[in-house]
């Protein structure tokens, strides 16, 4: 018989928790634009792509706005501002962060240095502590939108294995400046954002956290799917590749549409080879038990269908997207929607949750755990309009 994921025997060295979140949105909390599907529309007309409609887009993806970051900040900035913001709700003071991951595909730089580094340098955490050097675990992680998935179990792992006591971890991506401005269908999908919580070890009774619910993997035959041709080292960038636009994401949108769905939940009850399904088992819980998911906001279209499945396999609880508000973030995605649900009260303390990404390589990433009261005591801000 499968131990379920609160049971003594599956416990770790000690527990983790999430003790505080935080968001930056550009054009709210940091520079930057609040654009409407029609403004995305009229902007694909000005460059010359005059078949763009914004019904075809809404009904397509179901967004509504998105926020792109003004010319001269960076993903660096979104990450500085989200984690100062959950430094804040979480009332601690930030050299008491020794522990921090970063999950970003879009760097201020591509090879050095890396954002860990410069956002510690941005937020004034320390690099001494009584006069001796003072560690900081932790680093950048990228696997494409399940990046966030990777970085917070990297930084679950580090706090429960003793390299800290207090860490933050985050995601913050600026998509529309590797998005092909001339591309009807990838341009409208992608935004800005940057979202981070803030953990630290707790006994295991008041864990959030727990070995055996994160379950993560990918599909390396479905690597092209979803791909820049080239600015790697695989193929670097040429004046030819720039002219072909291969510096830009390139999408198979309808098998990836497909097969994502597929792959995340199926609706045949006898078919349990799927990324829930599998979480589950190894969990030792079935989906009557979540009482509340939290999607990656990859196209509110999908999200849709794979909420439909959801319920129709027995889901009875709450899920909240935040889509419609900022299309997808990528890496800012699942942060940012917990740390909305939570403000909310839609998650809330004592509740078993899902938070499920995937992305680019079709890798996944899916957490299960159990909510608890944070720290915070925080007002809720909505886009406006929306």
């Not at 935080?22 to 694909?44: A, K, M, N, T, Y």
């Not at 078949?51 to 809404?58: C, E, G, L, Q, T």
Request: glycine content about 10%; some cysteine.
């Amino acid at each position: 018989m499968i131990k379920h994921i609160f049971s003594k025997e599956t416990q770790g060295f000690c527990g983790v928790r999430v003790i505080g979140t935080g968001i930056c949105r550009p054009g709210f909390d940091i520079p930057g634009r609040i654009v409407s599907v029609e403004e995305v529309v009229q902007e694909l007309k000005n460059r010359g792509v005059t078949d763009a409609d914004a019904a075809w887009i809404k009904k397509r993806t179901k967004s509504e706005t998105r926020l792109y970051l003004d010319p001269g900040f960076a993903t660096s900035d979104l990450f500085s501002v989200s984690i100062e913001d959950a430094i804040r709700n979480s009332k601690i003071d930030r050299n008491e962060l020794d522990v921090g991951y970063l999950a970003t595909v879009t760097p201020d730089w591509h090879a050095s240095p890396p954002m860990l580094p410069t956002v510690s340098y941005k937020l004034g955490i320390s690099t001494k502590f009584h006069g001796l050097i003072k560690p900081m675990f932790g680093g950048d992680i990228a696997l494409a939108c399940s990046s966030f998935g990777a970085a917070l179990h990297s930084t679950v792992n580090a706090l429960m294995v003793g390299c800290g006591g207090k860490a933050f971890v985050a995601g913050a991506d600026t998509m529309e400046r590797i998005t092909d401005p001339y591309d009807k269908k990838t341009w409208p999908i992608f935004g800005s954002l940057g979202a981070a919580w803030i953990l630290e070890a707790c006994p295991w009774e008041e864990s959030n956290f727990f070995p055996k619910g994160f379950y993560a993997g990918n599909m390396g035959e479905k690597f092209a799917r979803i791909i820049y041709k080239a600015g790697g080292s695989k193929e670097p960038l040429t004046e030819a590749s720039l002219r072909a636009r291969q510096h830009f994401i390139y999408m198979e949108g309808q098998e990836v549409f497909n097969e994502v769905i597929e792959l995340v939940i199926s609706n045949d009850v006898k078919n349990n080879n799927t990324i829930v399904d599998q979480a589950l088992i190894r969990a030792g819980l079935v989906l009557s038990d979540i009482d509340f998911v939290g999607l990656h906001q990859a196209n509110g279209r999908m999200n849709s269908q794979i909420e439909e499945r959801l319920r129709y396999r027995g889901f009875a609880g709450s899920i909240y997207n935040n889509f419609s508000k900022y299309a997808n973030t990528t890496s800012a995605a699942i942060p940012s929607v917990v740390h909305e649900a939570n403000v909310l009260n839609i998650l809330k303390p004592g509740m078993t949750f899902m938070f499920l990404v995937f992305g680019g390589g079709y890798t996944w990433y899916v957490v299960i755990g159990r909510w608890s009261k944070l720290n915070q005591n925080q007002v809720y801000v909505p886009v406006v309009g929306v």
